[in-house]
């Protein structure tokens, strides 16, 4: 059986993982974005998008892929309008150039547009 994980952001996690092994994937996300997420944002602690790139180089150096949470139940209509869909390309665009293998996507029009 393989793992997939979800990222704590602490720094010594990913080298854990790796030691325990069977992990294929960590997950993770800022805790603020255009999209949000799964979780209501008061209850993370803050995650600059310098955390997330030290997470995904340091997942690739042990094996490990990582896959962004694009999981927002509801978009409030953004990803309806012409400047919410270019800002959601904008996050895209930096998830793509980070090195992020995968993303998780909770809405079929948000699908479209990854």
């Given amino acids: 059986m393989e ?9 010594d996690l990913v080298p854990r ?3 325990i092994g069977g992990v294929y994937e ?5 805790d ?7 979780r209501s944002t008061y209850t ?5 998008r310098s955390s997330i790139e030290h997470a995904v180089k340091q997942a690739h150096d042990y094996g490990i892929t990582f896959n962004y949470l694009i999981n927002g139940a509801s ?3 953004i990803e309806q309008t012409r400047s919410g869909q270019r800002k959601i390309r904008k996050l895209l ?8 293998d ?6 079929p029009f948000l699908a479209r547009i990854v």
Avoid: C, N, P, Q
């Avoid at 960590?26 to 800022?30: D, H, L, P």
């Avoid at 993370?44 to 600059?48: A, Q």
């Fill in 44 to 48: 993370l602690r803050r995650i600059t």
């Fill in 93 to 100: 665009d930096w998830i793509s150039a980070i090195g992020v």
């Fill in 102 to 107: 995968a993303v998780t996507v909770a809405s």
């Fill in 17 to 19: 993982l790796a030691e």
């Fill in 3 to 11: 793992l997939s994980v979800s990222h704590t952001f602490h720094h």
């Fill in 26 to 30: 960590v997950y993770g996300k800022r």
């Fill in 32 to 38: 603020r974005d255009i999209i949000g997420g799964g």
């Fill in 75 to 77: 978009l409030g209509g």
